[in-house]
């Protein structure tokens, strides 16, 4: 601001009571190389190396200097860190205190600040007490002998602030570039300097008006005696030409058509081949098909009947039916089982005779028994003689046959034989009925077992007849079922009738138009074969395909060839119509015009000279006031700066794999607008860009601002343009969205830096810290690799980067530093040997 340049270097800063740090502690800024911070939270269970504090410290300068931190997000926005927010836990107050040179005067700043209020702000340069009565006051004086608001803006980078320009609207960015261009005074000479070309026109509108008028005209008629002069001599040329190569167009199209036609033929004949043969395979499964169906309903229509009714039209020995049907069995079955009914019954009556007459035979011979020793129920038979033919023999003799046990008489001998010899007689007879009677109940069992026998293999001949009917009705129906899926089967693998008639009818409809093509067709057109012919793997497919392709070939031929002959006839009634070149008029006509012109206009260029030569000095100093002069030029210089800068940067940290290049979007309009007016004005070198505007006063404030307005907007957007290079060397054009995280950040910490180098240099102040927060995210180890060797490039004696502590780009570093917690309360390790990461370390 005062025009003085500041060189500001930082040599160390003191906090106390400041974010995690609540405790005093002092922290060197000078000399300390690419230095790496990073965190190590020993109190937080939740974290190793966030919350440490790092971030805090490398940012506690900026504080100091501005009263501001870094940017945070915060719903959506950004905002910087309150007094509650920089004050410790447990501290009353925050005191931040920074020391340094500038242009080698030493100078110390240092700010209390409670949870409320800024306590104190104290400022002492070259050894005098600067501080004023109010803190804001003693802000300005630090701003202006130190720059502070500039380093705070150039040196001091958030993680969310470090892409702020690369992701910043045009408004903002254009804001960006407007703090380092100073446009004030040019806008009020461009009042002026408009002015002065207003009145200049009104004094010279009259004659540049009609002189100009008279240039353009005489331009134009120049420039189409020229042409048709040309156009003339070339007119007789070029409509032989056109006509022979019509003529030869015609006949490689009639040829084309005529090889058309004879494949269109062939394919046609091959098509309709395989559509009979597919016609012949589809009638004969539809034959198929019916018969196996016809035969499954006859079967299961007789066999309903049989079901339903029991009858059949052939006569049987069982009640009719046949020997081979269900019915049949189903007669059998009932008559051997009444049969069987009846052998059972009679069976039971039968055993119940037997068991009767048994019972009375076993009761006879027990009385025969009985009776038959009945002499010794008194007396006891003699020794040595037989009961029976011992106690008889001898008429004259009476033995003794004692007394009845019962009723205690005597019996009588006589009495006793004959009651004996009937009890034999009664026995025999009893005995005699039994064994009829067990005969004929064998006989019954054995008629009846029979009859069983006969009843079980009647059920297996019918089990037997069922199972081969079932058989035969299984075969029958899985034969119309084959001979379905053969029909669905033809039909699905035959070619599309339809397909194959539109095919063919559009051979037809081409060979109709094609004349000289049809006795083709008449010669290959297919005659009905006698046997089929083999039909292809594909079905036919190949043939409908050769067919389509032969079609659409001998169509786009048909129409080169109708399109070819249009045009030659369309030249040849032209050339009947018109036996003169059309050009020869148009060359008279012109010639006179161009004449008569001559003489005035330079009459009136003589005139004017003098006038248009001033005019055209106030257009060009108006102009160079303009948005499109020293404006323009101060923008579009502090743009291309920018772009040179961020180009260079995006060189050393992408090694050339990606470019971005700033540039104004609406430069091409303006430039359209500039052709566009020296289009209607350009009579030769002497005469202005804008002179044809000259035409009255109203089109001159016009046009004057519609011209400063195109320059405005040309102004109003800035593009970032990038491009990917590939390794072949093809550049690839690429936007924000489609870069990855880390090719992002390489874009954005470029820009960052880029702008940073032009505010200072433009600024009038130079910092020799530079301060990166978390500037490594998304970048892989060669791209941090990259970013340390750009930073160690800079001519920045300190550059502090804070990071998480990876031991594989470790080494990449001159130093690294260690922000510890423990206990509530953050300290520092300091790395004591430069470009030696496993040096001693000093906790502060």
């Not at 035979?361 to 010794?376: I, K, P, R, T």
């Not at 043939?543 to 369309?570: C, I, P």
Request: aromatic content about 4%; proline content about 1%; overall charge negative.
């Amino acid at each position: 601001a005062d025009g003085i340049q500041k060189h500001v270097s930082l040599h160390r800063v003191t906090v106390q009571g400041f974010g995690a740090f609540s405790n005093k502690t002092c922290y060197p800024l000078r000399n300390r190389g690419v230095c790496a911070v990073v965190g190590d939270n020993r109190n937080d269970r939740c974290s190793d190396s966030n919350g440490a504090g790092k971030t805090t410290l490398v940012m506690a300068p900026m504080w100091a200097l501005t009263g501001k931190t870094d940017s945070r997000i915060e719903q959506g926005s950004q905002k910087s860190l309150t007094k509650t927010d920089v004050v410790s836990d447990g501290s009353a107050k925050a005191v931040v205190t920074v020391g340094g040179t500038v242009n080698g005067k030493a100078f110390e700043v240092t700010r209390i600040v409670s949870r409320t209020k800024v306590v104190s702000l104290t400022y002492q340069l070259d050894g005098f007490d600067k501080t004023l009565a109010d803190s804001r006051l003693t802000q300005a004086a630090i701003n202006l002998d130190l720059g502070a608001s500039t380093i705070g803006r150039v040196a001091f980078h958030g993680q969310h602030t470090v892409g702020s320009l690369l992701d910043a609207n045009d408004g903002a960015l254009k804001s960006a570039l407007g703090e380092l261009v100073e446009a004030e005074t040019w806008s009020l000479a461009k009042e002026v300097s408009k002015k002065k070309v207003s009145d200049a026109r009104k004094k010279v509108n009259a004659s540049l008006a009609d002189l100009s008028a008279r240039e353009a005209y005489m331009r134009r008629s120049s420039a189409r005696l020229s042409s048709a002069i040309e156009m003339r001599d070339r007119w007789d040329v070029t409509e032989t030409q056109r006509e022979q190569a019509l003529r030869r167009a015609v006949d490689e199209a009639r040829g084309f058509c005529q090889s058309s036609a004879e494949k269109c033929a062939d394919a046609r004949a091959a098509l309709l081949a395989v559509d009979h043969a597919w016609a012949v395979v589809e009638q004969t499964a539809v034959e198929t098909a019916m018969s196996t169906e016809r035969a499954m309903w006859e079967q299961q229509t007789v066999t309903s009947n049989e079901e339903l009714t029991g009858e059949s039209t052939s006569n049987g020995s069982n009640g009719g039916a046949p020997k081979q049907s269900e019915a049949y069995f189903a007669q059998r079955a009932a008559a051997l089982e009444l049969q069987a009914e009846t052998l059972r019954v009679a069976g039971q009556t039968n055993r119940s005779a037997e068991a009767e007459a048994r019972a009375v035979a076993a009761a006879a011979h027990a009385a025969v028994g009985a009776f038959q020793g009945v002499g010794g129920f008194s007396t006891p038979a003699r020794s040595g003689v037989d009961d029976d033919s011992k106690c008889f023999d001898t008429a004259h003799e009476t033995p003794s046959m004692g007394t009845c046990d019962r009723c205690l008489q005597p019996i009588d001998p006589l009495r006793h034989k004959d009651t004996a010899a009937n009890l034999v007689e009664d026995a025999t007879a009893a005995r005699q009925r039994h064994v009829g009677l067990l005969e004929s109940l064998n006989s019954g069992d054995f008629a009846y077992n029979e009859v069983v026998q006969l009843l079980r293999e009647n059920s297996e001949a019918a089990r037997t007849f069922r199972e081969s009917a079932r058989q035969n009705s299984e075969r029958t129906a899985s034969a119309a079922r084959n001979a379905s899926l053969k029909l669905q089967q033809v039909k699905n693998q035959r070619v599309n009738a339809v397909v194959v008639a539109s095919v063919v009818t559009r051979i037809d409809i081409f060979l109709d138009a094609v004349v000289f093509s049809r006795k083709t067709v008449e010669q290959n057109q297919p005659t009905q074969p006698q046997d089929c012919l083999p039909i292809d793997a594909d079905g036919g497919a190949s043939a409908v395909r050769n067919a389509e392709t032969a079609v659409g070939d001998a169509e786009r031929s048909l129409r080169v060839l109708q399109d070819a002959t249009r045009l030659l006839d369309t030249s040849g009634n032209q050339s009947q119509n018109q036996n003169q070149n059309p050009h020869w008029m148009e060359c008279t006509t012109l010639q006179s015009q161009v004449d008569a012109e001559l003489s005035d206009l330079e009459r009136k260029r003589a005139e004017s000279a003098t006038d248009t030569q001033n005019l055209t000095i106030y257009k060009r100093t108006d102009t160079v006031f303009g948005t499109k002069g020293i404006q323009s030029y101060l923008f579009e210089g502090a743009l291309l700066e920018l772009s040179e800068r961020t180009g260079a940067y995006m060189e050393s940290l992408t090694g050339g794999a990606i470019t971005m290049e700033l540039r104004l979007a609406g430069a091409g309009d303006v430039s359209h607008k500039k052709k566009k007016s020296t289009s209607k004005k350009n009579v030769d070198e002497e005469v202005d860009d804008d002179e044809l505007d000259d035409l009255s006063d109203q089109d001159d404030s016009q046009s004057d601002d519609c011209f400063v307005t195109a320059g405005a907007q040309s102004a109003e957007k800035i593009e970032r343009v990038i491009h990917a290079h590939r390794p072949d060397g093809e550049r690839v054009a690429r936007s924000l969205r489609q870069l990855s995280g880390g090719e992002r950040r390489r874009c954005a910490l470029a820009l960052a830096l880029a702008h940073a180098d032009l505010a200072m240099s433009r600024g009038g102040v130079t910092c020799d810290l530079l301060v990166l927060d978390e500037v490594l995210q998304h970048l892989d180890s060669e791209g941090i690799a990259r970013v340390a060797a750009a930073l160690r490039s800079l001519d920045k004696k300190t550059v502090l980067l804070t990071s998480q502590a990876e031991s594989a780009t470790v080494s990449l570093f001159d130093t690294v530093d260690r922000v510890w917690k423990l206990g509530g309360s953050a300290g520092v390790a300091i790395a004591e040997t430069r470009g030696a990461v496993g040096g001693e370390e000093v906790e502060v």
